[in-house]
């Protein structure tokens, strides 16, 4: 055996570099995602070590696992190196990794629904695959750059700094003059609706700062505070968010984004139905009392059954205004 060929030997490299020592002491989630698909794929073949091989599995999807679970797997056989036991092996790991986020999203009460996109050519459809944007601050760059032509709503500011130490991610106004708060997130996350409801709380309590923006960025329309607009930006939303911007008494608006390969962009906004509360519901049964009595929250939580209550403690546990 040549040098050139023992180097690509896993055994061969200090035991510092070799994925599945690396994974045994330090945990799988220090390793690079060329690294873990090493470990799954377990050898190279001659003149291409496996972590050549996973490196260039990845480039050939984006470098990206998403990427990868989108892929005909048939088409990475034309790789060097790649044979049908590797193939059968990749699958079934990702399909693993399928069913586990399934699971999760389930129990979580989490929506994925992502409508399929076609590119027509010649009468041939081609299924266009998903992209993921690498970084929350492009997400973010990306609106800002084209926020009129995405939401109709002109740009005002980014990063835009408050009182308690926080930032607003996009400020802007739409063409009703109604102040607008845009807050972003990759992905789903639980935290995005409390903190743009936060920042609208601080927004107006600070008008005239709000104002003053307004008017150096030359904005000549009047300013409807009595209709601002808080918008949250992600790849999904659980049903506790739905919940949850059902029954507040102001606008949020949730929209979610999916990326796609050829430069396409889908938006929409997530769709919940609306809850109507039956007058019976709100008034009660009358008792007849001689001195009026104060009710406490808790009171009127244990004349409900217990579904109700279960519902209300979730909803109490991921909002803040119900404690």
């Known amino acids: 055996m040549t040098k050139e060929e023992k180097r690509y030997r896993?055994?061969?490299?200090?035991?510092?570099?070799?994925?599945?020592?690396?994974?045994?002491?330090?945990?799988a989630e220090k390793l690079a995602d060329y690294?873990?698909?090493?470990?799954?794929?377990?050898?190279?073949?001659?003149?291409?070590?496996?972590?050549?091989?996973?490196?260039?599995?990845?480039?050939?999807?984006?470098?990206?696992?998403r990427g990868l679970a989108g892929r005909d797997m048939k088409s990475i056989m034309k790789i060097k190196g790649i044979k049908k036991d590797k193939i059968v092996t990749l699958a079934a790991?990702?399909?693993?990794?399928?069913?586990?986020?399934?699971?999760?999203?389930?129990?979580?009460?989490?929506?994925?629904?992502i409508m399929a996109l076609?590119?027509?050519?010649?009468?041939?459809?081609?299924?266009?695959?998903?992209?993921?944007?690498?970084?929350?601050?492009?997400?973010?760059?990306?609106?800002?750059n084209n926020l009129e032509e995405l939401l109709n709503i002109i740009f005002l500011a980014s990063e835009y700094p408050?009182?308690?130490?926080?930032?607003?991610?996009?400020?802007?106004?739409?063409?009703?003059?109604?102040p607008v708060i845009i807050e972003y997130k990759k992905h789903q996350n639980e935290n995005i609706i409390n903190q743009g409801l936060s920042y609208l709380?601080?927004?107006?309590?600070?008008?005239a700062d709000f104002e003053i923006l307004c008017k150096n960025k030359s904005i000549n329309l009047k300013i409807?505070?009595?209709?601002?607009?808080?918008?949250?930006?992600?790849?999904?939303?659980?049903?506790?968010?739905?919940?949850?911007?059902?029954?507040?008494?102001?606008?949020?608006?949730?929209?979610?984004?999916k990326f796609y390969e050829g430069g396409i962009l889908q938006l929409e906004p997530e769709i919940y139905q609306e809850v109507r509360i039956s007058k019976k519901f709100l008034k009660g049964k009358k008792r007849k009392t001689d001195f009026p009595k104060q009710y406490s929250l808790n009171d009127h939580l244990n004349k409900a059954n217990h579904e109700i209550q279960e519902i209300f403690n979730t909803l109490r546990e991921k909002n803040h205004f119900f404690r």
């Open 10 to 27: 896993i055994k061969d490299l200090p035991e510092s570099e070799r994925p599945r020592e690396k994974l045994m002491k330090y945990g």
């Open 35 to 65: 690294e873990l698909l090493a470990i799954i794929l377990r050898t190279g073949v001659k003149g291409k070590s496996v972590l050549e091989i996973a490196k260039e599995i990845l480039d050939s999807v984006g470098s990206s696992f």
């Open 93 to 113: 790991a990702l399909e693993i990794a399928r069913r586990i986020t399934k699971q999760i999203l389930k129990e979580k009460g989490i929506f994925l629904i």
């Open 118 to 144: 076609f590119k027509i050519q010649n009468k041939k459809a081609k299924k266009l695959l998903p992209n993921e944007i690498d970084f929350e601050k492009n997400l973010q760059k990306f609106f800002e």
């Open 162 to 178: 408050t009182s308690f130490g926080g930032r607003i991610d996009t400020l802007g106004i739409d063409k009703n003059g109604a």
């Open 201 to 207: 709380r601080w927004l107006l309590d600070h008008r």
């Open 224 to 257: 409807d505070w009595e209709s601002p607009r808080v918008i949250c930006v992600a790849e999904s939303f659980n049903k506790f968010d739905l919940d949850t911007v059902a029954i507040l008494p102001f606008k949020i608006e949730l929209l979610r984004y």
